[in-house]
């Protein structure tokens, strides 16, 4: 069976930039998948609009990646990447996994997630409200 890897995609604002810093752990026997991304990206009931969603997955040999996107990044003083909102599709409708993923396009693709879902899902508008200036970037990617 392979092995499943937690991946968490921090977000967060800076200079007027969107950006992401990667978490990765593999997921332990008996841990729930959310439970572990909310473990790894450090947010807490008490952050004043934190966001934490499953965005997809993919695999990579020998491992099932289950991506999350949390926000805002409770250590968004640590290095972070712009996200890059160039989007990456397989043109083929009945094979939807790209041939070549890299770190930025799932993170562009999480940010487009993300932008849905805030129209669409009354608790994730409410939790934008409280972040605005970041899910302003969020909804340009």
Same mark, same amino acid.
């Given at each position: 069976?392979? =092995?499943t890897t937690i991946e968490v995609l921090a977000l967060s604002e800076r200079d007027g930039c969107l950006r992401y810093r990667r978490l990765v752990a593999d997921l332990r026997e $008996?841990? %729930?998948p959310d439970d572990?991304?909310?473990a790894l990206s $450090? =947010? !807490?009931a008490c952050t004043p609009g934190g966001v934490l %969603?499953? !965005?997809s997955w993919r695999y990579e040999p020998g491992a099932i990646v =289950? !991506?999350?996107a949390a926000l805002p990044d409770p250590r968004a003083d640590l290095p972070t990447a712009l996200v890059q909102t160039d989007a990456v599709a397989t043109g083929a409708p009945l094979a939807p996994s790209p041939a070549r993923l890299d770190i930025d396009a799932v993170a562009a693709h999480a940010c487009r997630h993300l932008a849905q879902l805030a129209v !669409?899902?009354?608790g994730i508008a409410g939790a934008a409200k409280a972040q605005p200036? =970041?899910?302003e970037l969020i909804a340009k990617a």
């Open positions: 069976m392979p =092995l $008996g841990v %729930h572990a991304a909310r $450090g =947010l !807490t %969603h499953s !965005t =289950l !991506t999350y !669409t899902d009354y200036d =970041l899910w």
